[in-house]
């Protein structure tokens, strides 16, 4: 089975700063799709970011960046000049290449510090 | 376009009795997900549909729960007997397609709460 482990419950940035959250996960496919969810206190997920597995290229939407290692098995999103919008909570998400559900991590608090 | 709509937000029942989580999926979509997240957690699959019929529903916790789509767009999801530990925010989502490519589009969730 699909794991994901996010090792940092919680993480605060100042305005205008960079940060990075950590995401590894576990699976003996090759081909898949790895996500980050932003989750504000409306509590919809919202897609930040999607990664295919076979693209060797790091995925970028504007000032949010992944770094992914597959044979580290590791996706940690990087965000750019933070906003106080960007205060949520953040969570990586595994789906198979063929499947359909996704399997999340624990979720990372950001705190975004004007 | 309207989102996925999920009714009631806040929903407080008493333990041992049944409810009803309804969830409306975006117009055309033929994929529905039911999620629960219990607090400080990350969401958990609970069942799949494909149109009317349930997928995949290995994510189900017991028989207390059950889902529904009779006409493949609006689900139910029934809990029968609530316990305390039902207490969750239940997430709906919706997909175009099933395949890994298809984005999940999501709702704003339940909050049950069993008293």
């Known amino acids: 089975a699909q794991t994901v482990t996010q090792s940092q419950p919680e993480m605060s940035v100042q305005e205008a700063e960079t940060v990075t959250l950590s995401c590894t996960y576990d699976?003996?496919?090759?081909?898949?799709?790895l996500f980050w969810y932003k989750q504000p206190p409306s509590r919809q997920m919202i897609l930040v970011i999607r990664q295919e597995a076979y693209k060797q290229q790091n995925a970028t939407e504007n000032r949010f960046s992944v770094n992914f290692q597959k044979a580290a098995k590791s996706f940690s999103l990087k965000i750019s000049d933070s906003q106080l919008g960007d205060a949520a909570m953040y969570f990586c998400a595994y789906r198979a290449w063929s499947g359909s559900r996704l399997t999340f991590g624990e979720g990372t608090q950001l705190t975004v510090n004007p | 376009g309207a989102g996925v709509s999920q009714t009631p937000s806040n929903k407080v029942t008493e333990k041992g009795k049944y409810v009803e989580l309804r969830c409306d999926p975006i117009s055309g979509h033929t994929a529905l997900y039911w999620y629960r997240q219990s607090l400080g957690q990350g969401p958990e699959f609970l069942i799949y549909?494909?149109?009317?019929?349930?997928?995949?529903d290995s994510g189900l916790p017991n028989d207390r729960f059950f889902a529904v789509r009779p006409e493949g767009s609006v689900s139910t999801l029934k809990i029968q007997r609530t316990e305390r530990g039902d207490s969750a925010v239940y997430l709906c989502?919706?997909?175009?397609?099933?395949?890994?490519?298809?984005?999940?589009?999501f709702g704003n969730g339940t909050r049950l709460t069993v008293t």
């Open positions: 989502a919706s997909s175009l397609g099933a395949g890994g490519n298809s984005p999940l589009h």
């Open positions: 699976t003996s496919e090759s081909d898949y799709y």
């Open positions: 549909f494909q149109g009317t019929g349930a997928a995949d």
